[in-house]
């Protein structure tokens, strides 16, 4: 279950407030308008969502007060990320995936000869990257959707996404950006002469 808080403020008269979940990749309904009744006292509230059937992805929250039509009444409250599998990779080239409750989805599997030092993961697919400048686009079932591909002859070891694109970093003080579907959009570029090891992306 995922927990959802929120604050609420009396405006007038307590009112009944409604969610709605949608899949941001595809603009899905997954939980259209649903009652959470009307709120006795202003300040914190919180209600859960079912994630059992929820794929790989991001979900918009939105939420809304009296049966508010107009777009401009409500917003999106707050994002949530859903991971349903676990990716993990390392020597030798191998990776493998297990579910949230610890069962191995894919057996380890060889992705080439590389060793692979980090993931990211962009609501749908994983991408990991490793030595030699080599990268890889993998499904949340293990499934390889883009085969190992060089960019650089250095290595890469740490990646994060920003909502469309992802950052690679590394050896060498060397960075590039990649889209979801592994196309590069910035080729290997020095900053300093450092070893990258680490680096995070937030959406905004």
């Known amino acids: 279950m995922i927990t959802i808080n929120y604050n609420y403020t009396k405006n007038g008269g307590y009112g009944e407030v409604e969610y709605k979940v949608v899949r941001q990749s595809d603009s899905a309904v997954i939980v259209n308008w649903t009652s959470l009744g009307v709120p006795t006292t202003d300040g914190a509230q919180s209600f859960q969502i079912d994630d059992t059937n929820l794929i790989n992805d991001t979900y918009r929250i939105y939420l809304r007060v009296d049966k508010k039509e107009d777009p401009n009444d409500y917003a999106v409250y707050t994002t949530v990320d859903v991971l349903v599998n676990y990716m993990m990779a390392g020597d030798g080239g191998y990776y493998s995936i297990v579910d949230k409750q610890g069962n191995i989805i894919k057996a380890p599997t060889s992705n080439g000869t590389t060793t692979w030092y980090a993931i990211a993961f962009d609501g749908t697919n994983y991408m990991m990257v490793g030595d030699d400048g080599y990268y890889s686009i993998v499904d949340k079932d293990g499934n390889i959707i883009k085969a190992r591909t060089q960019n650089g ?52």
């Open 153 to 204: 002859s250095y290595s890469w070891r740490s990646i994060a996404f920003d909502g469309t694109n992802y950052m690679m970093v590394g050896q060498s003080g060397y960075y590039s950006i990649v889209d979801k579907d592994g196309n590069i959009i910035k080729a290997r570029t020095q900053n300093g002469n450092y070893y990258w090891y680490a680096i995070a992306g937030k959406v905004l």
